[in-house]
Each structure stands twice: as structure tokens, then as C-alpha cells.
């Protein structure tokens, strides 16, 4: 059943106006660039081989004529030996095999450059998607329909190959028999070509009309990748069960499914009632051409062998001219893909950037620190301020605790230290100097994160700790030190030690604990010799125990680096030198426990709040 507010697409939508057809052209003529960067030997070979193989027909068809009228001289007359035909029928034969031999050879070396192309978009597509430093891009849900269609392109990039080069020697048989065709009548390829272009063009139409569907449906097919996802990922399995979603998610993929099978057959009911017709004008061209050749080989103005000949030729005209049009169709269709692959390598950075020669060096050590000097933030596309005209100083050295009620903009303050985001308004400053005037490498370098969403690799232990600092990932003793720091000597209990890859996907794998999981998260973090440390929940899934051991080592955790540190833990918020408040997108308050407990705001309300809880 169709749920209410998912309108029904319509056919006419897909229609594009011809103006927007301009940049598809463009995209195809950029693709056999792309093709010819993917594979040049191949690219060279099949160009040849195009060549060829689109001469074959006419080639064969001229000999079959020659060969067909010999034998039949030599069965009616008996005056010339078998022998005489022999060259001819050697030649015909050399050129059916050869014609034979070609579509292998053809397509083995179309499939070796379809790989290469495939190989080709999706390395682009991932050193695109990584040249962009910050995070917003990835919340705009119009990237994410275009990722979808570039991921389409990925897979048909192979197709663009195989399509190209079968539109190519299509086209040059067509051209190359209707040359010969011309020898009967001059009038005959127009003719047949004028009759058989309907046809041709609706196919033409349709396979566009097809592809058009398909990238109008990029949203929907996002929801049935992650509806048919909830079913097949292991992080998602126990709630699927526990909760009973089954049904849930799979009338949710049923549904859309149905929608876009409905929308695809409308295309197919008016492909298959615009085809049959134009098939039928254009036989009746085909019918007119073969009956004028059985009137004059009756009348003896042509041979059997011509005529055999020429009704190959109508044959061949026919389908090259069909199959040329619908190869190039899908070359169109892969083409309209491309324009959004196109799109998404245009995509600009939308963090400010100075170009890489103008960029500072991340400071070292800082002199200064961060300044938040009136930043406000609201997130792409949304209209809550969360952030509020903001201004506050993280100095060198120091550990700052940032309390808040959820949701008060702490995790989004740490986005803009870490410049996933720009400030809507406002400037921060490092050392004086606008943030983004350093170089964004540079300074990221400079800084180590355990985010409260930190990501559990499916790796192993060593590479899920090392991934903090990649120069030193095999050097073993220096993740094992991190290790020991975050607490996490649990590794050396795993079956295969740091060997162990973290994840039951793979053979050997173990899953670890939530808390556990949190100790590699904070050892990535630890690996990295960053002159700032930002702890976003670093301990809330710990037990007890570990957060004390940790805590207790926070001095020595923490020695000669700038802290900001984010927890609901009020005995743990309180180690810290300052401590700043936020709420409504504000810091209302700010600094000792003891001043703050003193001023008795916010602060000293939810520290009394959870010491009481502790005390019933
Ligand atoms: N990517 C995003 N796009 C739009 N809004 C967002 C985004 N991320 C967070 N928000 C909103 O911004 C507000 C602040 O979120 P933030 O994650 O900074 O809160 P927080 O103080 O870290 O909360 P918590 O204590 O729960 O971690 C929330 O209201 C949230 O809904
Ligand atoms: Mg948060």
C-alpha cells in the first residue's frame, strides 16, 4: 500500500528539457577521456580492432556475392572447375573466422579496460570525497543523492567501455553497408535508414528515459540500500530482533521497491507500444527493398549471389542502425552519471582555506592558545543557533572542562576547534592568528580527539590504537604504550594479542566491550604526541575502577598539553583548572569548582544534583 506523503513520481518529470542535455554530450566526450586515462594500450588496441570489425560485414558480404554467383555458374555451366572458386571461398572463410575470432578478442580487451575504467572512478571518487577537510558537505542530503549516482557510475563505467566501442563498430558497419547497399539502388539506404530511424530513435529514447528514472530515484534507492542494510549489518541485528523491526523494515523496502518497479513498468508499457509501431513502419521499408530484389533477380538485372548480398545488407542496416543508436543510448545514459560524478569533483571545499603556499605551520608550542572571539554557529541547511555569539580562551598548558546539559553545543565546539565546521560568525584564533590561516594538515596534527562517536575499526588492536598516529603504526611498543596509559591491558589477554582484529566479521575476530572499546579509543587518541588533547566523554562507558586508574594518571595523561575535556561526571569535570558552562548556546559561567560551587549557578546545581544522588 502506498503510505500517505510519498508522492507518486511522474513520467513527465523525467522528461528532461533538451537544454539540459548540453552537459551530458560533455560528460561523454569527457568519459572517453577518462577511458583513454584508464587504459591507453587497451584504448588504442580496441580502436583498431573497432575498425575492423566494423568493415567485416561489408567485407563479407561482397565476397559472399562473388562466391554465391561462381558456384552457381559452375553447377549451371559445368565449364569451370571448383578449383577457380577455391580463392574466393578461402577468402570468405578467412573472413568468417576472423569475424569469429573477433568477438572474443574484442571483448576480453573491452572487459580489461572496463576494469581499468571501474578501477579509475572509484580511486577518483575516494581521493575527491577526502580532498574536502571539513564535514558539511556530508549532512547535505543532495550529496549524498549524488554519491548515490556517482556510485552508479562506478558500476557502469565498465558498461561506458563495452558501449562506446559497440556504438563505434556499429556505426562504421552501418556506414560501410550502406555504401555497398548503394550499389543496388541508390535510394535504398536512405530509405531504409529513414524508415528505421523511429525505431532506432524511440530506442534511443527509452534507454535514456531508463537512466533518467534511475537518477530521479537516487533518494529512494538510499532508503532501500539502508532499509535492506538494517537486515544484513551486525550492528544493527540486535535491535532488528529485540525491538521486532523485522516487518517494519521490510514493508518500509517493499513499499519503495513496489513504487519504483511501477514507475519503471509505466516506461515499459510506452517503450513496448511506441516500439512495436515504429517496428512495424520500419519493416514495411524492409519488406519494399526485398521485394524490388526478388523483382529484378526474377527479371535477371541481378544474380542470386547479389541478391543474397543485398538482403544481408537491409539486414545489417537494419539492426547496426538500431543497435548503434541504443548502444550510444546507453552511452548517453552512462554520460548523464557521469555529469553528476562531474558535479561532485566540483564541489568546493566549504571550509575557508588559504591556499597551501600562504598557510601557516601549526604553531609550536603554543603561545597564546585557542580564542573564541564572538563565534556564533548554526549547522548547514538548519536555523538553530547553537552556538550563540560565544567568546572564551583555552590557554596553553591548561585542562578545560566544558559541562553542559545535552545538547548544549559542547560536541559542536570541539567540531569547530577541530574545523570540521567554520563558525557562522566570529573568528577563532590560535596564538593570535585566525584559525584558518595555518595549514589544515598541519594543525589537525597538532591535535588528538577521542570523540564521543569514536569508531570501532574492523582491525586489529594494534591498527585500531596505531590509526592515532599512522607514521608510527608498526612500531608495536609505542601503541603498547598508549595502551598501557588508556588502561588497556585487556589486549594482551586477546587470542592473537594486538594480532587480534577487532571484529567477529572476520576469522579469529572478537568483539570487545563497550568499555573496552573505549580504552582503544582513548589509547588512538594517546598515540599521537598532539600539543592539544580533546576528551569528549572519555570515560562514560569505564567501569569504576578504570576511570579511577585513569583519572589518577590524568596529571601525568595530560603533563605540558592544552586539555579540553567534555563529561557528565562531575567528580571528574572538577579535576579540572577551569571549568566553563554552556547553555542556551552560551557560556554562563566560568571558572574553579570552588568559585563556581561559590557563585551557586548551573554548575553548582548539577554537581549537587549528582552528589546527592550519591549520597541517598
Ligand atoms: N550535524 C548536525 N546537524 C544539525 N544539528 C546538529 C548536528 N549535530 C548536532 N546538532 C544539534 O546541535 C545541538 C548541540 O549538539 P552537541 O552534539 O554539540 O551537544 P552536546 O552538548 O555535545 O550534547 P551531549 O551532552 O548529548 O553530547 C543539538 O541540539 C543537536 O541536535
Ligand atoms: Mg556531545
Not at 547496426?320 to 564541489?347: C, E, P, V
Not at 595549514?439 to 594494534?462: C, E, I, N, P, T
Request: charged fraction near 20%.
Amino acid at each position: 500500500m502506498k503510505q500517505q506523503n510519498e508522492p507518486d513520481i511522474q513520467l513527465e518529470q523525467w522528461n528532461p528539457p533538451v537544454k539540459e542535455w548540453g552537459p551530458v554530450y560533455k560528460a561523454i566526450f569527457r568519459a572517453f577521456g577518462m577511458i583513454w586515462k584508464a587504459g591507453k594500450v587497451e584504448t588504442c588496441v580496441l580502436f583498431f580492432l573497432m575498425l575492423i570489425q566494423g568493415l567485416l560485414p561489408v567485407f563479407i558480404l561482397y565476397l559472399s556475392k562473388d562466391a554465391i554467383n561462381m558456384v552457381i555458374a559452375i553447377a549451371d555451366t559445368n565449364d569451370q572447375s571448383f578449383g577457380d572458386a577455391a580463392p574466393l571461398l578461402i577468402a570468405l572463410a578467412l573472413a568468417t573466422v576472423v569475424m569469429q575470432i573477433m568477438e572474443p578478442i574484442f571483448l576480453l580487451v573491452k572487459s580489461v579496460l572496463g576494469d581499468k575504467m571501474r578501477r579509475y572512478v572509484a580511486l577518483l571518487v575516494m581521493e575527491t570525497a577526502n580532498q574536502h577537510p571539513g564535514i558539511a558537505h556530508f549532512e547535505d542530503p543532495k550529496l549524498h543523492d549524488q554519491l548515490q549516482r556517482v556510485r552508479r557510475v562506478e558500476g557502469s563505467s565498465a558498461d561506458l567501455v563495452i558501449y562506446a566501442f559497440q556504438a563505434g563498430s556499429d556505426f562504421w558497419a552501418l556506414i560501410s553497408v550502406a555504401i555497398f547497399l548503394s550499389l543496388f539502388h541508390p535510394l535504398a539506404p536512405p530509405l531504409l535508414m529513414f524508415c528505421a530511424l523511429p525505431y532506432a530513435l524511440a530506442h534511443y529514447k527509452y534507454a535514456n528515459l531508463f537512466g533518467i528514472a534511475l537518477q530521479f530515484q537516487a533518494p529512494e534507492a538510499r532508503k532501500l540500500d539502508y532499509f535492506r542494510n538494517q537486515f544484513l549489518s551486525h550492528d544493527t541485528a540486535k535491535d532488528v530482533r529485540i525491538f521486532g523491526l523485522h516487518d517494519f523494515f521490510f514493508g518500509k523496502y517493499r513499499r519503495i521497491f513496489t513504487r519504483i518497479l511501477s514507475v519503471l513498468w509505466s516506461v515499459r508499457k510506452h517503450e513496448f507500444r511506441t516500439l512495436s509501431l515504429y517496428a512495424l513502419f520500419g519493416g514495411a521499408a524492409v519488406c519494399a527493398v526485398y521485394v524490388t530484389l526478388f523483382q529484378q533477380t526474377i527479371r535477371g538485372e541481378l544474380s542470386v549471389g547479389e541478391l543474397t548480398a543485398y538482403a544481408g545488407a537491409v539486414l545489417v542496416i537494419w539492426t547496426s542502425m538500431s543497435t548503434s543508436l541504443f548502444n550510444f543510448a546507453f552511452m548517453h545514459r552512462t554520460g548523464g552519471f557521469l555529469t553528476h560524478l562531474y558535479d561532485f569533483l566540483k564541489r568546493k571545499p566549504v571550509i575557508k582555506m588559504v591556499p597551501k603556499e600562504f598557510a601557516k605551520p601549526a604553531p609550536y608550542p603554543f603561545q597564546k592558545g585557542i580564542a573564541f572571539r564572538n563565534v556564533s554557529f548554526t549547522y548547514p541547511n538548519t536555523d538553530r543557533k547553537i552556538l550563540d555569539r560565544i567568546s572564551l580562551n583555552i590557554y596553553p598548558g591548561e585542562t578545560v572542562a566544558i559541562v553542559g546539559k545535552n545538547g548544549a553545543g559542547k560536541t559542536t565546539l570541539v567540531k569547530l576547534i577541530t574545523r570540521m565546521y567554520d563558525p557562522s560568525d566570529g573568528d577563532i584564533h590560535l596564538d593570535n592568528v585566525p584559525i584558518h590561516h595555518y595549514d589544515l594538515d598541519d594543525l589537525r596534527s597538532q591535535m588528538s580527539v577521542v570523540d564521543q562517536g569514536f569508531l570501532k575499526y574492523q582491525l586489529s588492536a594494534q591498527e585500531n590504537i596505531g590509526l592515532g598516529n599512522i607514521d608510527r603504526l608498526s612500531e608495536l611498543d609505542h601503541i603498547k604504550a598508549a595502551a598501557e596509559k588508556a588502561g588497556a591491558d585487556f589486549i594482551n589477554q586477546l587470542p592473537n594479542g594486538y594480532e587480534t582484529v577487532l571484529s567477529r566479521q572476520f576469522e579469529d575476530g572478537t568483539e570487545l566491550s563497550g568499555g573496552q572499546w573505549q580504552k582503544i579509543a582513548l589509547a588512538r587518541a594517546l598515540t599521537r604526541d598532539a600539543q592539544l588533547l580533546i576528551l569528549d566523554e572519555p570515560t562514560a562507558a569505564l567501569d569504576v575502577r578504570s576511570e579511577h586508574d585513569i583519572y589518577a594518571r590524568f596529571q601525568e595523561l595530560t603533563k605540558e598539553k592544552t586539555t579540553v575535556l567534555i563529561s557528565h561526571r562531575m567528580s571528574t569535570v572538577r579535576m579540572a583548572e577551569r571549568i566553563l558552562v554552556l547553555d542556551d548556546g552560551k557560556v554562563i559561567e566560568e571558572g574553579t569548582h570552588e568559585k563556581l560551587m561559590k557563585d551557586n549557578g548551573l554548575y553548582a546545581r548539577l554537581y549537587t544534583l549528582q552528589a546527592e544522588h550519591y549520597n541517598v
